[in-house]
């Protein structure tokens, strides 16, 4: 069965550019959430969606970053001026219903962005 | 506030010998605990799940986890280790009452298996 799907896997910017990650959570899951892995951490939580709403944006480390999910289903993550600091795997991950007993969360492969 | 703490950042084992990783965490109440494990160039997988049904957890490729409330310890383990099982393994907490609650990851264990 499908899973979740990020595009692209890879991305190598500049210094300065804007980049836009994409991520296709599984059909029919109504919460999606972003985070962010640096090499040898484990993920932190960005930004998290209820369908269309963004319910949490604790995470986004500046306003550089930013994330939609305009449909409620594919999201966006778009970061501005990219600087080195930004260079880490992105996850996006969905889950089914906004409460649950337990919270499972389907993760997707990620996208690693490299900024030189 | 939620923690997590992965208690070695390396462990080695032969194949067939028994893998331990171990896990505290930290939460003012009764906690939602998972492991995932991430292979490389791969997706985070759930290993297994604690929802408060019961504390002796079993997940998927052998591995299982003990839920101990006295010593707030989620400890992962596995009776014989195989190659396969090298990877990188997240002791993770959650809110369980809360709506759309981020996962807290620990830092991570890289588990190494030699033949």
């Known amino acids: 069965g499908a899973g979740v799907s990020q595009s692209p896997r890879y991305k190598v910017a500049k210094r300065g550019q804007d980049v836009a990650l994409r991520c296709d959570p599984i059909?029919?899951?109504?919460?999606l959430f972003w985070y962010q892995q640096a090499l040898g951490q484990g993920p932190e939580f960005l930004t998290y969606?209820?369908?269309?709403?963004?319910?949490?944006k604790s995470g986004l480390p500046s306003d550089r970053f930013f994330a939609e999910r305009p449909e409620g289903s594919v999201s966006t993550l778009k970061i501005q001026r990219t600087q080195q600091e930004d260079s880490a795997v992105y996850l996006c991950?969905?889950?089914?219903?906004?409460?649950?007993?337990?919270?499972?969360?389907?993760f997707g492969p990620g996208t690693r962005l490299t900024v030189l | 506030a939620q923690s997590v703490t992965q208690l070695d950042s390396h462990v080695s084992v032969s194949e067939g010998t028994p893998v331990l990783l171990r896990c505290n965490y930290s939460?003012?109440?009764?906690?939602?605990l998972f492991w995932y494990v991430q292979h490389p160039n791969k997706g985070l997988q759930l290993l297994l799940k604690?929802?408060?049904?019961?504390?002796l957890v079993k997940g998927i490729n052998g591995f299982e986890a003990e839920f101990k409330k006295s010593e707030t310890s989620f400890h992962l383990t596995k009776p014989s280790a195989h190659m396969s099982d090298a990877a990188e393994y997240f002791c993770?907490?959650?809110?369980?009452?809360?709506?759309?609650?981020?996962?807290?990851f620990g830092k991570g264990t890289t588990l190494s298996v030699s033949s």
């Open positions: 604690y929802t408060s049904a019961a504390t």
């Open positions: 939460s003012s109440y009764s906690p939602s």
């Open positions: 059909s029919g899951h109504v919460s």
């Open positions: 969606f209820q369908n269309e709403a963004q319910l949490d």
């Open positions: 991950a969905s889950s089914l219903a906004p409460r649950q007993t337990y919270n499972e969360q389907f």
């Open positions: 993770v907490v959650s809110d369980p009452n809360q709506a759309g609650t981020a996962l807290i």
